[in-house]
């Protein structure tokens, strides 16, 4: 994440590169403009969507990955209107030190994650621990398009269509136990096809974790696909979490376990450096981390001489759905 300078090696995309994102994000505007309308009612609804999806989906598709689509979320804040990142960013610009510490090694290198078969193994303090093929996990609930801000803790931010469900579906599925008070994320750990697996960067596998009411919080998203397709292995296949008040960080990769605790876990990160990278890591304008500020952010995309950079918002953006998880609390002290 932060052990070379961030700024290098982004490509800026060309125009032919862009002309998927742009068709899809004509597709998004006639929904919108559609669904305020009379035919609204009918046409919001991913029936709608899906007959205009497959009326245009020679030219609408932006990849060659298999079509994932998701009806769109109506939880409040769920869905942002700001302009979409280009796919060819959101997919060629990334974090996954598993498979390399520069921003386009993750796209490279990817294409060796073995994602079928892919197992998801939920343990610990819950009353039905189990093992998830993930053709059942795909089952659990019915996918919803989510557009988030993903703020970088490096400074920059995207803004992406993410197809899959709030992680609380099947935290309610495998019941949890009273002393149940943490959930720990566990991406997977192959060094025959993580090149950068066991490379001192960090303490493999990368593990995240959340408090339990976070986990539950109807943003915290189990996301699967982004722009209506699977995801692509650079952004973390075939199934993985994006929770978008925190910094990015927190959105742990291609999962393998999920596992209840009562004790904090112990995160990846945290463990590298404690005093840059918090257990709760909450985007936060007003708290710097201790090399720069978190002030403002560069939207990727908009990137040229006299692009202005923006101001980050608290928990960027999303304080109205999760604010009141953390009344009282210190957040310079927990960051
Ligand atoms: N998950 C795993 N397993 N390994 C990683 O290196 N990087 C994180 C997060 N999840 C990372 C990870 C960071 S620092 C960010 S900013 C986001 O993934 C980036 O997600 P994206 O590449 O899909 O934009």
């Not at 040229?304 to 009344?327: D, H, I």
């Amino acid at each position: 994440m932060l052990i070379k300078s961030s700024n290098t090696g982004f490509i800026h995309p060309v125009s032919s590169d862009i002309t998927p994102q742009a068709i899809y994000e004509q597709r998004r505007e006639w929904l919108r403009v559609m669904a305020g309308g009379v035919a609204g009612a009918a046409l919001a609804g991913w029936a709608g969507r899906d007959a205009l999806a497959q009326a245009s989906a020679a030219v609408a598709r932006p990849g060659k990955l298999a079509a994932l689509p998701g009806g769109r979320s109506n939880f409040p804040g769920a869905v942002t209107m700001e302009k979409l990142t280009d796919y060819k960013d959101a997919s060629t610009y990334n974090n996954f030190y598993e498979f390399g510490t520069d921003k386009s090694d993750p796209a490279r290198n990817a294409h060796t994650l073995k994602v079928s078969p892919w197992t998801v193994e939920v343990e610990g303090a819950v009353r039905k621990p189990g093992k998830y093929a993930l053709e059942d996990l795909l089952k659990i609930s019915a996918m919803e398009e989510r557009i988030y801000r993903l703020r970088c803790v490096e400074g920059w931010s995207m803004v992406i269509p993410w197809v899959g469900y709030s992680l609380s579906e099947l935290i309610k599925r495998v019941e949890p136990l009273g002393n149940a008070r943490f959930v720990e994320f566990v991406p997977l750990a192959h060094p025959k096809t993580m090149p950068f697996v066991g490379s001192r960067v960090l303490d493999w596998p990368y593990v995240e974790g959340l408090r339990m009411d976070e986990a539950m919080n109807p943003l915290t998203l189990l996301a699967f696909g982004m722009y209506g397709e699977v995801l692509p292995n650079q952004n973390g296949a075939p199934v993985r979490l994006v929770v978008p008040w925190k910094y990015g960080f927190k959105s742990a990769k291609s999962l393998v376990k999920i596992r209840f605790t009562e004790k904090e876990p112990a995160t990846a990160w945290n463990k590298a450096a404690a005093q840059e990278y918090g257990f709760y890591s909450n985007v936060n304008p007003n708290v710097d981390h201790p090399r720069w500020s978190q002030a403002t952010e560069r939207r990727i995309g908009e990137d040229g001489l006299f692009a202005k950079k923006r101001k980050t918002l608290m928990f960027n953006g999303y304080e109205a759905q999760v604010g009141q998880m953390y009344a009282g609390m210190d957040l310079k002290k927990n960051y």
